[in-house]
C-alpha cells in the first residue's frame, strides 16, 4: 500500500474491512455509491453489504451516478438488499424486480438526481461509498474511471466509505474537473464554455472527518459489453455521416461540426467508429460516457478532446488506455454528471447528440425505455438532458428487432421519453428522416419513407393514411394505435398473419 | 405624430400606408411578426396582407413569438395567406385548418424558434413586421407590451417593416432588457442570476437601412380573455398554497418561494390569484407572460418583481398598469422569450412553475395540445422550457370537463408532451398529488386517490390493479389504455354506461 495513496497521514488509521466498513450501513438508509456506466463502481463494500443483508433485514435505498458493473446491482438484489433505486441501471435481475413492483425505481435524468438532493426534494444521503485513486493531502477525494454523482454525494453525505482501488493508475490523478454548481438561490452561471475547459479542482473537496473508513480494493472495472459495428449500423453511420457532411457543404455546419455526445451502447458507440471514414476533423466531445469508438477517433487524431462523465471500454481499450493514461488525460477530462449532462451547458455549446431508441412512431417521438410500453430496460440515463438542448437531436435504432417481429418504427410509440419536440433526426439502416421545421404530416412522409423496415412500410402508409382522412394536427386512430404491440404480445410477431405466412 | 416616436430623423421619409408597406411581401415568404400572447402584436401591416392574399396568390410562413390578437391568425386564415405557422397560435380559424392538415404548423417550445433561425436549421425571415413604442436616434427599435421573437426576427431579417403604435404611451421605452446570447461556437453564459437584473439594452439594436418601411397605427391590444376564478380554481390554489406553506415549514422552501412562472390562460392566472390569500412573502416572477394576476400581486405588495415576455391583461387592467406605466416598469422587465423561457436561466434561478395541463395520466405524463390525441388546440407554448427545468414543475387541471363527461385524469394521456420524468405535483379541485422521488406505482396511487374525480376513481383504481397484476415497472393494459378517448368519441362520454345512467 503505497503511502501516497492517502496523503493525509491521519486517515490511514481508517483502513478496515469491507466487512466493517459495511457495519456502518443501516435498514432503511440512503446510499449514495460512485459508479456510472460499470466504471469506478466500488469493488468490496457493495458484496460486504450484501452478504449482511443477507443475513439480517437490510434495505437500503440506492442511488447511484448510473449503472453498475461487476453483478453489484445483482448480488445486492438478491441479498434483497435495494428497496429503492435512483436514477439509471441496467441488470436483468433488478430488473425484474422492479418489473414485478418489487423494487422501486425511480428514473431520472442524469443531470437531476443531485439537484434533487441538494433541494431536499428527495431523501438525504446518509452514507457515500466512493471509488478513489487516492486521498489527497487536504482529504480530497480523487475518483478513478468516473466521476457520476460522487461529488454531490460525499460533499452532502453525513459519513463517506473510502474504497482506494490500488488496480487504478496513480496517474489518473489529474483527470477529474469537479465543479459543484453555486447553491441556489445565489447561483452562478456554470462558466464552462468549450468542452476542453477545466473550472473546478482535480479531486472531490470534502470534510476529512466525515471519512469514517476507508477499504483497499484491487480490481478492474468490469469491461464494456458493447457489440462491434455490422452491417446495419455501419450503414446507419453511412447515412448520418452523408447527412453531416450535406450540412457542412451547406454552411450550416463546420467541418468540425459541433460537440459531439453518443449514449452508452452499441449503436450509438459503431455510429462514432464510422466517423473513422468521414471527412470531418478537428471533432470534440462533449460526452457523458466515452467508449471504445472514443479512443480510436482520439487514436485516429481526428478528436481532438474528449469531456464526459466516465470511460466504459472493452478489455483491450481498457488496458491501452489505462497504462497509457498520463497520455490520454491531456485530451481527456471527467466531469460530475451534473456537467456533463447540464442543460445550461449543453445548450450553450450546441451538440449534435446521438442517442438511441427503444423505438420511435411516425411523428418522431421516442421510446428509450419500456419494452411494451410498460416493461422497464434500463432507464432515460441522460438522453433527455442531450436531446432536448441539443443543437441536433439523433436518434439511431435499427428498423427491426428479432428477425422482423418486431418493427422499431410504430404507429404510436407505447411510451413517450422523447416527445416530438426533441427529435430532429432519426436514422435507421435504411435511411435518415430530417424531422426539422416539419409538421406531423410531413414527418410520417419521412419517417415511413426513409426508415421504416421494408416489411412494415405499406401497412404504416397505411395506417397514415387512414388516419390522416380522420383529420387531426397529429391523426391517430387510437383503436388500432397499439395493434403492432399487442400483436406482438399475443401472437410473437408485429406482422399480420398474411404478411407472416409470405415471409416463411 | 409625435416626433421623438421615431427619433432617426432620415427614417421618416420611410413612413407609408399599411398597403404599400405590404408590398414588400412576395409568396412564399416568411415573415417574422412581433406577438406574444395577444400583446405588441402589429395592427394594421397584417390586415394589408391578408387584402393582397385575398386577391393574389400570397401565402407565406408566419413566424410570430407566440398567439396573436386583433383576430390576425383568423383573418390571415380566412384570406388562405398562411401556408405554414411557427411555433404557436391560439386561433379557433386556424386551429380548423392546422386539423385539416391544410396548414402545416410547427409546434415548437418557445425558446427555441429563435435558435433554430440562427443556426440556419429553419427558413430564414424574409421580412420581420414588429409593432414599436418608438425608433431610438440609433435606429434601436422599441417594443411595446410584448418582446416575444421580435428582437431576433429585426436581428436576422433581411427587411424589417416597423408599426409605430401610438396609442402605446412613450414610457414604455425603458420597460424592455434586449439580450440575445453571443453566437456558437463561442457562446457565454447568459449572465442573468435574479429575475429583476437588467443584461441587454432598452431597445432592439438594428441597422436602421434595413427598415424599409414606418407605419402609423393607433389601436389597443386585444384584452386577455380569461376567464375569472371560480370554485374548482379557488380549490386549486388552496391545495396549492398549502403545499407550498408545507414544504416552506419543512425549510424545503423559503417563504419567499423561489421564482414563480404561470403559463397562460383562465387557470394558472386563477392560481396565482389564489397566492393574494397566502402567507408568502417577498415574491418574485420569471415568468413568459403577465397576466391580471401580476398586477393584483404586484398591487398587494406581496409581488416584489415580475420578469416576462409579455404583458396581456383584461380591458380594466390593461388600462390601469399602461396608464401608470411609469411607476410599474421600476418593477416590471420584458424579455426576449428566448430569455424567459431558457433553460440555463430557469435551470440556475431554481423555477416553481405552474402550467395547465389537458389531461395527465396515472404516472404523470401531461398532454398540453392534442385534444383526442389528435387534434391541436394551441401548442406546448414554453410549458416544456419552463417544466423540464424548474425547481419544482406543477401542473394544474380541473379534474373533469363537460359535466363530468370528460376526465382529466386518465388510464394514459393520448398524447405527451411533458413526460413523467418532467412532473413533480399535480394538482386538481380535489386534491394534490406530490408525484417526487416516487416510482410509477406509487404515483398511480397518489393521482387516483387525491387528483381523480368521484364518477372516475374506482374505474382508474380497477385499470391499475388490473394493469399492475399483470406486472411492469409502469403497468397498463394496452388494449384499454384509450378506452376513455373511444368511449368519448363514439358516445359522447367517458363514462361508461351504467355510471352515466346512475348519473342520471
Known amino acids: ?22 457495519l456502518f450501513f443501516k435498514d432503511g438508509m440512503t446510499v449514495g455509491m460512485s459508479g456510472f456506466t460499470r466504471a469506478g463502481d466500488c469493488k468490496a463494500v457493495p458484496f460486504a453489504l450484501a452478504e449482511r443483508a443477507s443475513r439480517e433485514p437490510l434495505q437500503i435505498t440506492l442511488m447511484t451516478g448510473a449503472s453498475l458493473g461487476n453483478d453489484i446491482d445483482k448480488v445486492l438484489t438478491d441479498a434483497n438488499a435495494i428497496s429503492r433505486r435512483i436514477p439509471f441501471q441496467s441488470d436483468p435481475t433488478l430488473r425484474r424486480k422492479i418489473n414485478a413492483g418489487e423494487v422501486m425505481f425511480i428514473d431520472q435524468h442524469l443531470s437531476e438526481t443531485v439537484e434533487l438532493l441538494r433541494s431536499k426534494q428527495i431523501a438525504p ?10 486521498i489527497t493531502e487536504n482529504g480530497g477525494i480523487v475518483p478513478t474511471t468516473s466521476v457520476g454523482n460522487s461529488a454531490s454525494f460525499a460533499v452532502l453525505a453525513k459519513k463517506i466509505i473510502v474504497e ?8 489518473l490523478e489529474g483527470l477529474h474537473d469537479i465543479y459543484i454548481p453555486t447553491y441556489r438561490p445565489h447561483r452562478l452561471p456554470i462558466p464552462l464554455i468549450s468542452p476542453e475547459q477545466r473550472i473546478g479542482l482535480p479531486f472531490i473537496p470534502v470534510d476529512p ?31 448520418l455521416n452523408e447527412f453531416l457532411f450535406h450540412e457542412v457543404k451547406a454552411g450550416r455546419l463546420s467541418p468540425s461540426l459541433q460537440p459531439l455526445q453518443a449514449g452508452i451502447g452499441t449503436i450509438a458507440n459503431a455510429v462514432l467508429h464510422g466517423m473513422l471514414d468521414s471527412p470531418f476533423r478537428d471533432l470534440k466531445m462533449y460526452s457523458e460516457v466515452l467508449q471504445d469508438s472514443t479512443v480510436e477517433l482520439l487514436d485516429d487524431g481526428r478528436l481532438t478532446f474528449a469531456s464526459a ?10 488496458e491501452r488506455v489505462l497504462s497509457q493514461i498520463d497520455r490520454y488525460k491531456q485530451r481527456l477530462v471527467l466531469r460530475p454528471q451534473e456537467i456533463s449532462n447540464h442543460p445550461e451547458v449543453i445548450r450553450r455549446l450546441g451538440l449534435i447528440t446521438i442517442n438511441t431508441a427503444l423505438e420511435c412512431d411516425i411523428y418522431g417521438n421516442v421510446n428509450s425505455t419500456h419494452v411494451g410500453g410498460t416493461h422497464m430496460m434500463n432507464g432515460i440515463g441522460g438522453s433527455g438532458d442531450f436531446a432536448r438542448n441539443a443543437h441536433l437531436s439523433v436518434f439511431v435504432t435499427k428498423s427491426i428487432a428479432k428477425a422482423g417481429a418486431i418493427s422499431s418504427i410504430v404507429p404510436m410509440v407505447s411510451h413517450v421519453d422523447h416527445t416530438e419536440h426533441d427529435t430532429d433526426i432519426i436514422v435507421t439502416e435504411h435511411g435518415l428522416a430530417d424531422l426539422r421545421g416539419l409538421a406531423p404530416r410531413e414527418r410520417a412522409r419521412q419517417v415511413i419513407d426513409n426508415c421504416t423496415d421494408p416489411l412494415y412500410r405499406d401497412v404504416l402508409r397505411d395506417y397514415f393514411l387512414r388516419a390522416s382522412r380522420r383529420g387531426g394536427h397529429t391523426p391517430h386512430l387510437l383503436q388500432e394505435a397499439f395493434a403492432w404491440h399487442l400483436r406482438y404480445e399475443q401472437q410473437g410477431s408485429m406482422l399480420a398473419h398474411e404478411q407472416e405466412a409470405a415471409l416463411v
Open 1 to 22: 500500500m503505497p503511502m501516497d495513496r492517502i496523503r493525509l497521514a491521519r486517515l490511514r488509521d481508517r483502513i478496515m474491512s469491507p466487512e466493517d466498513a459495511a
Open 125 to 134: 444521503v446518509d452514507i457515500a461509498v466512493v471509488e478513489a485513486t487516492a
Open 164 to 171: 482506494i482501488n490500488l488496480k487504478m493508475p496513480q496517474a
Open 209 to 239: 472527518e466525515k471519512i469514517v473508513a476507508i477499504v483497499i480494493t484491487e480490481k478492474a472495472d468490469s469491461p464494456s459489453n458493447v457489440l462491434p459495428p455490422d452491417h446495419e449500423t455501419n450503414a446507419i453511420a453511412g447515412h
Open 309 to 318: 462523465s466516465s470511460i466504459t471500454l472493452s478489455k483491450g481499450a481498457y
